[in-house]
């Protein structure tokens, strides 16, 4: 079997409690992210994308969705700040939203921001439309390994015929 079941077998408690109370999409997101990568497993350096990278200490290493937040020293986002303070910035730290880093100053009307957790609460029918929805999982192990663990991330919701006033740097 490939190593993506053996993977998923050592995690399958962090996917039932995932599970709980959520939504039917939801489930079937995350259902149909952890077949796909069972099927598939890892990417091996035989696959010419990833040749170049090992990935062993992945496979082998004790990760948790649910892991608290690492420290991060703020300092470290000056290499990739572009030289200036930006008007709308979010920041994620090891998949986790840093709202102490974030920034939404300036945001335009009909522009709206949400974590996933939020929006699958309040207003599921904004996202259902689209959570798994993206081409070519099969071909994305990580993309679907995502799926199968997510327990986050953000929804920037774009109103038709709005325009940005100000960039939003992810």
Do not use: C
């Not at 079997?1 to 599970?19: M, V």
């Amino acid at each position: 079997a490939p190593l993506g079941a053996a993977y998923l077998d050592r995690y399958a408690a962090e996917r039932r409690r995932l599970a709980t109370g959520a939504a039917g999409f939801e489930s079937e997101w995350r259902r149909d992210g952890a077949e796909t990568f069972r099927a598939a497993g890892f990417p091996t350096l035989k696959s010419e994308a990833w040749r170049f990278t090992p990935l062993h200490t992945l496979i082998n290493g004790d990760f948790s969705v649910d892991a608290p937040a690492a420290p991060f020293d703020a300092a470290r986002l000056k290499g990739v700040l572009f030289g200036r303070e930006a008007e709308n910035r979010i920041v994620f730290v090891n998949g986790r939203l840093r709202d102490d880093l974030s920034s939404l100053r300036h945001m335009s009307p009909g522009i709206e921001l949400l974590s996933l957790a939020e929006a699958l609460k309040s207003r599921p029918q904004m996202v259902e439309p689209y959570l798994g929805r993206a081409p070519g999982l099969a071909k994305h192990p990580f993309a679907a390994l995502n799926a199968a663990f997510a327990a986050d991330g953000y929804v920037l919701h774009i109103a038709p015929d709005t325009r940005a006033e100000s960039p939003i740097e992810i």
